[in-house]
């Protein structure tokens, strides 16, 4: 593995969801590298357990180490100084999906909650719901799905770079919430289209 800040803020938000026994949907994990811009990506999903595909509830997560954090953390690896904090950013999008009605917006963001996700001293901002129907080609509806994104980023200074039992806490807290918010959607009294068994 990595010896790197940002392979360690992967790795403290993976031990975080699976120790609250969520689900990891292996194939929907990417790790990307923008060639032209040189951001580097992580992309992953996770669910309740023994939700089938897909789960009725999951949470997509992205974390984002831009270019210019990478320089700030080589400068700060290489000389001790840097001019501004590396900073790593973060989406989140909780989602409820196989439902056989459309959902309420209002009452999916009272399920999640008013309750602030803090990482480190930054708020991660709600951007609002989205409800979706889906289709099949002769335009009969599938299912319908909700989800709420939300957005923000966590700022790396020297205290965290020098230590990662700060990173650990922090990406916890991170973990936590998810699973909180995750288990209060999977609560709500909804009908849901049958998951595929094969």
């Known amino acids: 593995m990595l010896d790197h800040v940002f392979m360690d803020a992967i790795g403290a938000l993976r031990v975080a969801l699976e120790s609250a026994m969520l689900e990891r949907q292996a194939l929907e994990e990417r790790f990307q590298t923008d060639v032209l811009l040189g951001d580097i990506t992580w992309e992953t999903s996770y669910g ?36 501004e904090d590396p900073q790593i950013g973060l989406e989140i999008v909780l989602r409820v999906q196989r439902l056989m009605h459309p959902a309420n917006p209002t009452v999916i963001m009272n399920a999640i909650g008013g309750k602030r996700l803090l ?11 989205i409800v979706e ?11 319908h799905a909700a989800e709420v994104s939300f957005s923000g ?21 991170i973990g936590g919430w998810i699973t909180s918010a995750l288990v209060r ?9 049958e998951a595929d068994t094969e």
């Open 133 to 143: 129907t889906i289709y099949d080609p002769d335009l009969a509806v599938v299912s």
């Open 48 to 83: 309740l357990p023994g939700e089938g595909l897909p789960p009725r509830v999951q949470v997509e997560l992205r974390l984002e180490w831009p270019t210019w954090a990478q320089t700030a953390y080589r400068r700060w690896y290489l000389e001790k100084s840097y001019d």
């Open 185 to 193: 959607l999977g609560d709500l009294p909804l009908n849901y289209v």
């Open 119 to 129: 990482v480190g001293s930054e708020d991660v901002v709600s951007l609002g719901p």
């Open 153 to 173: 980023s966590y700022d790396l200074d020297e205290k965290k770079l020098e230590n990662g039992d700060a990173l650990d806490e922090d990406f916890a807290t």
